[in-house]
């Protein structure tokens, strides 16, 4: 029976396109999800709730998120906020970025006790949003280590100075005084190497949100950002809001230049440390390559 009604969602889903029936993609977003969960050998029994740290709990409305940095955790822990009611903001982005990453500003799962914890992951709407693990990358890049675009000190001086003395030979004492500037094949060497986990804007999804242990209801991707954002909005039955406006399109632009930098097997090595991201969620390096390493 379930396979009956999947052909013949299938099969709307091919005739209609997606933009007319945006909860058909969850059907395949998930039959894509599950399925490679089974042939990775990923699925776990056993869940320690203690780790779900990156999961935030809205109690009023029964729903489960799973943050990952640079896929619009910022705009979504702001919808958080206001409905959780700790904010009453009617412009989302009124709400400070510094506020909406404090420690108060939402509440984890893993605060909870273990019972309720197991619970609410029965009974609410759990969900996450993915994007393309390269566009992820570059984006975390360009927004912490690239002088053109950043002013992240703290990011600079807490791995930049890092990168650049393990991975530039002929570093000066200015450059490794302030850690800018840090190119992007520097910063794929860091990945490659030792970074992969060193922070949360560059940790795999499959690391942050276990994907093959919790069963997310919603799939959102950054591709389709604002539909996935109100379909699954008017799913909870939210109040009104605005999800503000994100260039969605912007990183995916420049990713090709920017992957020119690095060797074919440096690409290769990458794809290997993202490989669970890409093969769970559907993406693949034809955009990019023009073929596919899968």
């Known amino acids: 029976m379930f396979?009956?009604?999947?052909?013949?969602?299938?099969?709307?889903?091919?005739?209609?396109?997606?933009?007319?029936?945006?909860?058909?993609?969850?059907?395949?977003?998930?039959?894509?999800?599950?399925?490679?969960?089974?042939?990775?050998?990923?699925?776990?029994?056993?869940?320690?709730?203690?780790?779900?740290?990156h999961i935030l709990v809205d109690h009023k409305h029964k729903l489960l998120y799973c943050y990952v940095p640079k896929i619009a955790c910022t705009n979504w822990k702001r919808v958080l906020m206001v409905?959780?009611?700790?904010?009453?903001?009617?412009?989302?982005?009124?709400?400070?970025?510094?506020?909406?990453?404090?420690k108060n500003a939402t509440?984890?799962?893993?605060?909870?006790?273990?019972?309720l914890a197991k619970k609410c992951l029965e009974t609410y709407t759990t969900f996450l949003m993915v994007r393309h693990p390269f566009e992820r990358i570059l984006s975390a890049y360009r927004n912490k280590f690239n002088g053109n675009y950043t002013n992240s000190k703290y990011f600079q001086k807490r791995y930049g100075k890092h990168i650049l003395k393990n991975y530039r030979k002929d570093a000066t004492k200015q450059e490794l005084k302030s850690g800018a500037n840090v190119t992007f094949r520097e910063f794929v060497k860091f990945l490659l190497n030792e970074g992969q986990q060193a922070n949360e804007h560059?940790?795999?999804?499959?690391?942050?949100?276990?994907?093959?242990?919790?069963?997310?209801?919603?799939?959102?991707?950054?591709?389709?950002?604002?539909q996935d954002s109100n379909t699954l909005l008017h799913m909870i039955g939210?109040?009104?809001?605005?999800?503000?406006?994100?260039?969605?399109?912007?990183?995916?632009?420049?990713?090709?230049?920017?992957?020119?930098?690095?060797?074919?097997?440096?690409?290769?090595?990458?794809?290997?440390?993202?490989?669970?991201?890409?093969?769970?969620?559907?993406?693949n390096l034809e955009g990019v390559l023009g073929f596919d390493l899968a």
């Open 3 to 53: 396979l009956l009604c999947y052909v013949i969602l299938l099969l709307i889903y091919l005739v209609k396109g997606d933009d007319s029936y945006p909860w058909l993609n969850q059907v395949l977003r998930q039959e894509k999800l599950y399925k490679n969960c089974d042939v990775l050998h990923l699925k776990r029994d056993y869940l320690d709730t203690n780790t779900l740290d």
């Open 83 to 102: 409905l959780t009611n700790q904010s009453n903001a009617s412009n989302l982005v009124d709400i400070p970025s510094n506020l909406v990453h404090s």
């Open 107 to 115: 509440v984890k799962l893993s605060d909870l006790d273990k019972n």
């Open 202 to 226: 560059w940790t795999p999804i499959f690391n942050l949100c276990q994907p093959c242990a919790v069963n997310y209801t919603f799939v959102g991707r950054y591709e389709t950002l604002p």
């Open 238 to 283: 939210a109040p009104p809001i605005v999800f503000p406006a994100t260039r969605i399109e912007h990183t995916s632009v420049l990713l090709r230049s920017f992957m020119q930098e690095l060797s074919i097997m440096e690409i290769k090595h990458l794809y290997k440390l993202y490989e669970y991201d890409f093969r769970l969620f559907g993406y």
